[in-house]
């Protein structure tokens, strides 16, 4: 995700703020996670909804990135340097700020389509062997492509390491020195660029595409379905564009020699939002998951049931 060389952060007054907000976002998220896991993974009926499968996975990769990623990368800014310094601990932080993050993203990605099947083409889904060819595998493709990808460049690609806990991830992964360029350029475009692209095409289209169809046909019970829908996808689709698409495009003038960010702003200031997807994401989907609402304001809210006492009656 980060692909700066200088992560050393020199103020600190933006390293104690940002410290500030990534782990105060982070402590509040946590429950919200645990939350969202225990319902989606108990209540069968939710669980049996197909459009839920993505969103599982995406909390589930968002979750890992937050708690893995986002902690080590807090320890780093608390201390100034990889503590421990560990090899094993400097793959695993390169492996999840890379093959978890692309992951989630490309889990995204492939929700924003198949709202589309989902609300339009719905009889391409009628029977096992359709939901095999046009849900479960793509999901398994695009949520596996980029952990398998980075797992092999990260941990087993044949390059020669060096290890700095001066460095964010100990330093630049070694891959990115012996991988050619058109494979930059088209790891940075298909994996991030274009995904992220296409989230928002896909998001927006689906939304005028509904409001179309709404007014043609005026089916009020299929708009109640549809509007929860356009409302979990929107609200995610916002947040990864919000706090990732600055990034992109800031990579991307990098590459054309349009400097509109040097690599230090780019590093510190917009790269380290990129962890902002998986600290907001799951206060996103419990808004948009209506039959949690209820469940939640009664653990909010909770009372402790008073015990009626009934006075003895006087015998005569």
Same mark, same amino acid.
């Given at each position: 995700?980060?692909? +700066?060389?200088?992560?050393?952060?020199?103020?600190?007054?933006?390293?104690?703020?940002?410290?500030?907000?990534?782990? @105060?976002?982070?402590?509040?998220?946590?429950?919200?996670?645990?939350?969202?896991?225990?319902?989606?993974?108990?209540?069968?009926?939710?669980?049996? &909804?197909?459009?839920?499968?993505?969103? $599982?996975?995406?909390?589930?990769? %968002?979750?890992? #990135?937050?708690?893995?990623?986002?902690?080590?990368?807090? &320890?780093?800014?608390?201390?100034?340097?990889?503590?421990?310094?560990?090899?094993?601990?400097?793959?695993?932080?390169?492996?999840?700020?890379?093959?978890?993050?692309?992951?989630?993203?490309?889990?995204?990605?492939? %929700?924003?389509?198949?709202?589309?099947?989902?609300?339009?083409?719905? /009889?391409?889904?009628?029977?096992?062997?359709?939901?095999?060819?046009?849900?479960?595998?793509?999901?398994?493709?695009?949520?596996?492509?980029?952990?398998?990808?980075?797992?092999? *460049?990260? $941990?087993?690609?044949?390059?020669?390491?060096?290890? &700095?806990?001066?460095? =964010?991830?100990?330093?630049?992964?070694?891959?990115?020195? $012996?991988?050619?360029?058109?494979?930059?350029? +088209?790891?940075?475009?298909? /994996?991030?660029?274009?995904?992220?692209?296409?989230?928002?095409?896909?998001?927006?289209?689906?939304?005028?595409?509904?409001?179309?169809?709404?007014?043609?046909?005026?089916?009020?019970? &299929?708009?109640?379905?549809?509007?929860?829908?356009?409302?979990?996808?929107?609200?995610?689709?916002?947040?990864?564009?919000?706090?990732?698409?600055?990034?992109?495009?800031?990579?991307? @003038?990098?590459?054309?020699?349009? +400097? =509109?960010?040097?690599?230090?702003?780019?590093?510190?200031?917009?790269?380290?939002?990129?962890?902002?997807?998986?600290?907001?994401?799951?206060? !996103? /989907?419990?808004? !948009? *998951?209506?039959?949690?609402?209820?469940? *939640?304001?009664?653990?909010?809210?909770?009372?402790?049931?008073? #015990?009626? @006492? $009934? !006075?003895?009656?006087?015998?005569?």
């Amino acid at each position: 995700m980060n692909d +700066f060389g200088d992560d050393s952060i020199s103020s600190s007054q933006w390293k104690n703020d940002l410290f500030a907000i990534l782990l @105060t976002g982070q402590l509040l998220s946590i429950p919200c996670y645990l939350f969202l896991f225990y319902h989606l993974l108990r209540d069968k009926l939710l669980w049996k &909804n197909l459009q839920n499968h993505s969103i $599982v996975l995406l909390l589930i990769y %968002n979750f890992l #990135q937050m708690m893995i990623d986002l902690s080590m990368t807090l &320890n780093f800014y608390r201390v100034g340097h990889q503590h421990p310094l560990n090899v094993s601990l400097c793959f695993l932080h390169g492996y999840v700020d890379y093959g978890i993050w692309y992951g989630a993203l490309h889990i995204m990605f492939w %929700n924003s389509i198949e709202r589309h099947i989902l609300i339009f083409y719905s /009889n391409f889904l009628r029977t096992a062997r359709q939901r095999i060819l046009f849900h479960y595998i793509p999901l398994g493709f695009v949520s596996s492509y980029a952990p398998i990808l980075y797992f092999y *460049l990260i $941990v087993l690609c044949p390059c020669q390491r060096f290890y &700095n806990g001066f460095l =964010l991830f100990c330093g630049v992964v070694c891959y990115s020195y $012996v991988i050619p360029q058109w494979f930059s350029w +088209f790891e940075s475009l298909m /994996n991030c660029a274009l995904p992220i692209l296409f989230i928002g095409v896909f998001s927006w289209t689906l939304i005028i595409r509904v409001i179309l169809q709404k007014r043609r046909l005026q089916q009020a019970v &299929n708009w109640r379905r549809q509007r929860k829908m356009i409302i979990q996808l929107a609200s995610v689709s916002i947040i990864y564009l919000a706090f990732s698409l600055p990034y992109v495009i800031a990579t991307v @003038t990098s590459w054309l020699d349009a +400097f =509109l960010f040097d690599s230090y702003t780019i590093a510190v200031y917009i790269g380290a939002f990129a962890h902002m997807p998986a600290i907001v994401m799951p206060y !996103a /989907n419990l808004v !948009a *998951l209506s039959p949690l609402k209820p469940k *939640l304001a009664k653990i909010l809210f909770w009372k402790p049931k008073q #015990q009626r @006492t $009934v !006075a003895p009656s006087a015998r005569t």
